[in-house]
């Protein structure tokens, strides 16, 4: 059972999936996938237990050994991000099952592969089956992102799609490059063909870079960025609430390609330019918020202000950064998809005026507003939540790096830009109402979205609270991240660091 | 046959980014299309170009890297689905806005 521990957490929405196309009945396809979605975080809560003794697992998938075959891989970081993942799937899916599933087809079955996608990203040691898991995530959210209908939505996806394809041909070519120097597509393989003398260095090199561009297109960093705000607000709630944990796939690729295949042998090739166009990110999704006239485009901004202050951190190559980076990766895509979830629940409320940021009818339900405070300060990283805590743990972390100075001016000033973008819209969703205006009866909340939203909301301050043994499962993520000796062993077994396969023709 | 197959990649990808840079959904297609087969022309290429040789291995017979072929086909699948998708989605675009555009508004 613990030697086929990695293969479940893609076993489990492959088989949902399966079952849920097999039945077309809504309330079914329900409770498969909230059963299905249950027992996934069952298995990661486990799977992270587990991969906290410190030993890589390392599951051969047909038996067929490293660099021949595909392997899945868990380390910490890979079995916490299963984790976020599971969590975030259950809640949305819990939300979306209240209804939001039934303004178009197939949602419970699309569902099911992007999980299977994200979580196949994370867990995956091998370059080209990431390529597919990328594929798999996108190819359901570009249906996801299309579904419950209308002009909005089909207009971002049609930008959305045609940008990831075009990534999708870069990515190839950088595989094709990195098979064509490296004769290998296995990362640890890869990692430990760069170090051996006899390939050529240079398109090597050309391949990463691409490569890194890829993940960065994937992860919004600026001049690829522009795509984002746009999808992101375009969303039903629930999509654009599981969409904020795509931006950290391409962030999480980055950091590991950068901590295992290019920091023994290339470390300079994040230098410079990285840090800098992270840093311009984080002050244009700062001013995007600022300007934004809807909630929903709003969270959409703060996640990829989000997604800008994380590319900050592989470029830094330091084992302190990226675990601080790992906790603010946790809480950042909790806060964004419990701030999209009540930004659902509030725009209902609100009739025609919707989440725009007008003079509307007053909010039915308090609970709603003080959950708009916890998330809009969790969001704005104010104390006393998390927000804050990862902020912190992030800023203390860069104080010693070179580019500290310029990382913590941007941060603290479009921190406090958002703050007042986010106090100046609070005031219009909770405040400012039309004279002799009353509340809609509209829809109820419902116990479902009531109970998801909460308990994503709750994130803000439970992470706070439990800041201590999460930062410090980070830090031995970090730790086990940073070693990549001990993943190139881990995964192509002792004594293969030194012989090489044969030159390549 | 380097030089053959590099001009082919070459003028492909030169007319795939040209077209994906045009305005209107059908020819972005068209581009992204013609970029794919430029990409899969490029990572078969990956395994080294051979004539006569299969991509299998037997002893003492020459033989094709196997593996960029595989990588290939599955590229191929997944380039097929997400163009069929886009044409789809551009299909509706066109229906619900009246325009062909690729922001989905009537322009130029």
């Known amino acids: 059972m613990n030697a086929n521990a990695p293969i479940l957490p893609l076993l489990i929405p492959l088989a949902a999936a399966l079952l849920q196309m097999a039945s077309g009945r809504l309330s079914f396809q329900r409770a498969v996938g909230l ?9 990661a809560s486990w799977l992270t237990l587990l991969a906290d003794d410190g030993v890589l697992r390392v599951y051969a998938l047909g038996d067929w050994p490293a660099p021949f075959g595909i392997v899945l891989v868990v380390d910490r970081l890979a079995a916490a991000m299963t984790l976020l993942t599971a969590v975030l799937g259950f809640v949305v899916l819990l939300y979306a099952s209240a209804g939001f599933d039934d303004e178009g087809i197939h949602f419970h079955p699309l569902f099911q592969f992007q999980l299977l996608g994200l979580l196949g990203a994370f867990l995956t040691g091998d370059l080209f089956n990431l390529f597919v898991f990328f594929e798999i995530m996108l190819l359901a959210s570009y249906v996801l992102l299309a579904h419950g209908g209308g002009l909005a939505r089909t207009r971002a996806g049609i930008t959305y799609v045609v940008l990831n394809l075009v990534g999708s041909a870069l990515f190839l070519i950088a595989l094709g490059l990195i098979y064509g120097t490296l004769g290998t597509l296995n990362l640890a393989d890869v990692a ?27 992860a919004g960093l600026l001049p690829l960025s522009f795509w984002l705000p746009h999808t992101y607000s375009a969303a039903g709630a629930p999509v654009a609430a599981l969409f904020a944990i795509m931006t950290k796939v391409g962030i999480v690729a980055i950091l590991r390609v950068q901590a295992i295949a290019l920091e023994p042998v290339m470390p300079d090739l994040l230098d410079n330019w990285l840090t800098t166009l992270a840093l311009a990110t984080v002050a244009f999704a700062a001013l995007g918020a600022l300007a934004a006239a809807r909630l929903q485009a709003l969270i959409a901004w703060l996640v990829l202000l989000s997604a800008g202050t994380l590319l900050v ?15 603010y990766l946790l809480q950042s895509t909790l806060a964004g998809a419990a701030f999209f979830l009540l930004a659902g629940l509030i725009a209902e409320q609100r009739g025609k005026v919707a989440d725009q940021f007008l003079a509307g009818p007053p909010l039915r339900a308090t609970w709603l507003k003080i959950a708009f405070l916890i998330v809009a300060t969790t969001a704005a990283a104010l104390p006393p939540f998390s927000g804050f805590v990862g902020k912190l743990m992030l800023l203390t972390s860069t104080r010693d790096v070179e580019a500290g100075s310029a990382i913590w001016v941007v941060i603290l000033i479009s921190g406090f830009i958002v703050m007042a973008a986010l106090a100046r819209d609070g005031c219009y969703l909770i405040w400012k109402h039309k004279a002799a205006a009353r509340s809609l009866p509209g829809e109820p909340v419902g116990w479902q979205r009531a109970t998801a939203t909460l308990l994503l909301v709750a994130a803000g301050p439970l992470l706070a609270v439990g800041a201590r043994p999460l930062a410090d499962y980070a830090a031995r993520a970090s730790a086990q991240l940073h070693a990549p000796g001990a993943y190139v062993t881990g995964v192509l077994g002792a004594g293969a660091t030194t012989t090489g396969h044969g030159t390549r023709p | 046959m380097e030089v053959l197959l590099s001009i082919a990649i070459g003028v492909l990808t ?77 299909l509706r675009a066109l229906s619900e806005s009246g325009a062909d555009h690729v922001d989905a508004h009537k322009g130029p």
Do not use: W
């Open chain 1, 313 to 327: 951190t592989p470029a830094q190559a330091s084992t302190e950064v990226s675990a601080a980076a790992l906790y």
């Open chain 2, 14 to 90: 030169a007319c795939g980014v040209f077209l994906i840079l045009r305005s209107r959904t059908f020819p972005v297609l068209l581009g992204l299309t013609l970029l794919s087969y430029a990409v899969n022309l490029f990572l078969f290429a990956s395994g080294r170009l051979r004539i006569d040789a299969p991509p299998l291995i037997r002893a003492g017979a020459s033989y094709a890297d196997p593996l960029p072929q595989a990588l290939v086909l599955t590229a191929i699948v997944i380039g097929f689905g997400m163009t069929a998708y886009l044409a789809i989605l551009a």
């Open chain 1, 35 to 43: 059963l299905a979605t249950a027992l996934l975080v069952l298995v």
């Open chain 1, 192 to 218: 430990r063909v760069l170090t051996l003398p006899g390939h050529d260095r240079a398109l090597a090199r050309l391949a990463f870079a691409l490569l890194i561009a890829v993940f960065a297109l994937k």
